[in-house]
């Protein structure tokens, strides 16, 4: 069971006593006004299970009470679920149909079994490689339902586990926010260079970041769409951390999908036709494990001439970015 969340590590609650300490801490995160009433309601809880013995039961008890205090936590915090959307949590709480997650989760099955990119084609193929076969079918020419689409590209390992785990901690220990963007903060200056040197991407010039946090507990995903073509420029470039996952391209509901694995530590970069031609999403089922995606954008071509535009670029240079939050709540 995952809980505190920090960088890719997570903690795992295993017996009632460390259940019991964990809610006690959680508390002091909530409004002064309502930490008597928790504190009190787990107390109580605590003694009125403590001659329990039977091990399922226990377990039973610590998902729940887990799950609840996600709840009550997030809700003090401001729930991020707007609109039609909720949350996994949101959904049990209301006792709303799970697809309420998401529109994606319930669009029609596409005729067609999915495509996959091949990292080691770097190209569409119709099956995925087989690591163990001489998969003929996977080796055949691009079906013709992808034929053109040009414009992915997936790096495996730009950054090493150790890097990873510094570069997720640094991302935790600022606030998160339901969304967040800003300028490139201090942690990118080391490995923008090492992204502009990968082919294609040395005139990169990123203006924006983005750091997004999918937890599978929460139902997390991102629906089919394409990122904004008035601001921001042909390549969206995304690093993984914590987790493996995959992008999913369509055209249409029911069309052919496209599958793109974005292993963890690997960099995507998107543009051309899978850009602008095709949507993109992440699946709820695909986020199996806590993802942190870092996704780095560059100005359209038309605002780079212009004062903004270049106001713009100098600050993404400068790598002093503050997140959204800090700059709300006055941080420097
Ligand atoms: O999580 C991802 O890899 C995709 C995110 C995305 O598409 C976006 O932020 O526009
Ligand atoms: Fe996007």
Do not use: I, K, M
């Given at each position: 069971i995952t809980r505190f969340q920090a960088g890719c590590a997570s903690q795992t609650i295993r017996n009632p006593l460390q259940l019991y300490r964990h809610l006690l801490r959680l508390v002091r995160t909530l409004p002064p006004g309502a930490r008597p009433y928790y504190s009190n309601y787990i107390r109580q809880a605590y003694n009125s299970h403590s001659d329990e013995t039977d091990p399922d039961r226990v377990r039973q008890i610590i998902d729940r009470a887990l799950l609840d205090a996600d709840w009550v936590v997030k809700k003090s915090a401001g729930c991020a679920c707007k609109g039609i959307r909720a949350c996994k949590i949101c959904c049990a709480a209301k006792q709303l149909p799970l697809v309420a997650v998401s529109a994606a989760s319930s669009l029609p099955q596409p005729d067609q079994p999915p495509l996959h990119f091949c990292i080691d084609c770097q190209a569409v193929r119709a099956t995925p490689r087989h690591a163990d076969g001489d998969d003929a079918e996977h080796w055949s020419a691009i079906p013709s339902s992808a034929s053109g689409l040009a414009g992915i590209r997936v790096f495996r390992d730009f950054i090493n586990p150790d890097e990873e785990a510094v570069l997720a901690a640094e991302i935790d220990k600022r606030p998160w926010a339901p969304s967040q963007s800003g300028r490139l903060p201090p942690y990118w200056s080391a490995l923008l260079p090492r992204l502009l040197a990968l082919p294609g991407l040395a005139d990169f010039q990123p203006v924006e970041l983005c750091n997004l946090d999918y937890q599978p507990e929460l139902g997390a995903h991102i629906d089919p769409h394409i990122d904004d073509t008035w601001l921001w420029g042909d390549r969206l470039v995304t690093l993984n951390l914590c987790s493996d996952t995959s992008l999913t391209l369509s055209q249409s509901a029911g069309s052919t999908r496209i599958s793109i694995p974005m292993p963890r530590r690997s960099v995507l970069v998107l543009s051309g036709p899978a850009r602008y031609d095709w949507l993109h999403a992440v699946l709820p089922d695909d986020v199996t494990g806590r993802r942190l995606a870092v996704t780095l954008r560059e100005l359209a071509?038309?605002?780079?001439?212009t004062v903004d535009g270049r106001a713009l670029l100098k600050a993404g240079a400068a790598f002093d970015g503050v997140s959204v939050v800090e700059l709300k709540s006055g941080g420097s």
């Open positions: 071509p038309d605002w780079l001439e």
